[in-house]
């Protein structure tokens, strides 16, 4: 029982041994290179996934390199633009293996792609220093070009690189991080400080015409409507005239009578309705109106 337990785990490590000598996997997201003697031709690129088989080293050799695209970030620099002003920018790039059988031949380890390209971005990040500063930090979104700088780099790097033959494409590169310097923060800020300061101005310019149209169309609505009741209170005051004229007439044929009503309204006025007014007997020398006889008419018979 002993011997054939201990013969199953040895045809196991045979199996496994051989398994390792004579098979490798390419998984979905890999394409491998599997060199003869180390030297690789288009038969060498294997991009299926599953198990394939090899002969061992040193006749068959395999490397496997990745599919997925593969980010690269380098470090800050310090650049200047074209209006004069200092930044630091960190940019980076996403980058993948496009032709294995290239890579291979020409760098071979993704570390050394690694460096390459790092090099490359350093060279068309100068790029950045044909653009203004405002080009690069504004509020206003229409006024930066960033897109525009890195579709620049981009296809400069895909250029640099289709040049070289190194089997890599560039995904995308883009601009990470803009620092101002202390210098260049302090102008910044002098510069958004006039132009807020023109914005002020033109707010106030804007406000002062507003206030004036307004004030203009109150003096002349204020005009306007005083001029109406002008004209209103002149028609009111000839009504008034025509009306008097009238009434002076008819206190014209007694005048003494309308200057006793006159005398009646007068008191009405000052005493009210609750007012309890007393005479003494010498100011009711006013009744003795009531008791004269009027005179009869000219021409009339005693």
Do not use: C
Not at 37 to 65: C, E, M, N
Not at 182 to 199: D, G, N, P, Q, Y
Not at 276 to 291: H, K, N, Q
């Amino acid at each position: 029982m002993k011997r054939i337990f201990a013969l199953l785990v040895g045809g196991l490590l045979v199996a496994a041994l051989a398994a390792q000598m004579f098979l490798y996997q390419v998984r979905y997201d890999q394409v491998a290179i599997r060199t003869v003697f180390d030297r690789a031709d288009a038969d060498s690129v294997q991009d299926t996934p599953g198990l394939k088989w090899k002969l061992p080293w040193p006749i068959h050799q395999v490397t496997h390199y990745s599919k997925r695209l593969q980010l690269l970030e380098d470090k800050l620099e310090e650049l200047q633009t074209a209006d004069g002003k200092s930044v630091i920018v960190r940019t980076y790039l996403t980058w993948r293996i496009a032709d294995p059988l290239a890579f291979y031949v020409t760098l071979k380890d993704p570390a050394e792609a690694r460096r390459q390209l790092a090099g490359r971005l350093r060279e068309v990040r100068g790029i950045i220093s044909g653009y203004r500063l405002d080009q690069l930090v504004n509020e206003d979104r229409t006024r930066l070009a960033l897109d525009t700088i890195e579709e620049e780099a981009r296809q400069a790097l895909a250029t640099s690189l289709t040049e070289a033959g190194y089997g890599l494409e560039v995904g995308t590169v883009g601009i990470y991080r803009i620092i101002l310097p202390e210098s260049t923060t302090a102008k910044v800020f002098e510069t958004m400080i006039a132009s807020r300061e023109r914005l002020a101005e033109n707010a106030l310019q804007e406000g002062q015409a507003q206030a004036s149209a307004i004030r203009s169309e109150a003096e002349g609505a204020r005009d306007r409507i005083l001029a109406f009741a002008d004209r209103r209170a002149q028609a009111i005051r000839s009504q008034g005239d025509r009306e008097a004229s009238r009434e002076y007439e008819g206190f014209a044929q007694n005048e003494e009578f309308a200057i006793f009503l006159r005398r009646l309204e007068a008191l009405e006025k000052m005493l009210g309705h609750n007012t309890t007014f007393v005479l003494s007997a010498e100011s009711l020398g006013i009744l003795d109106w009531f008791e004269r006889v009027p005179a009869a008419p000219a021409g009339a018979a005693p």
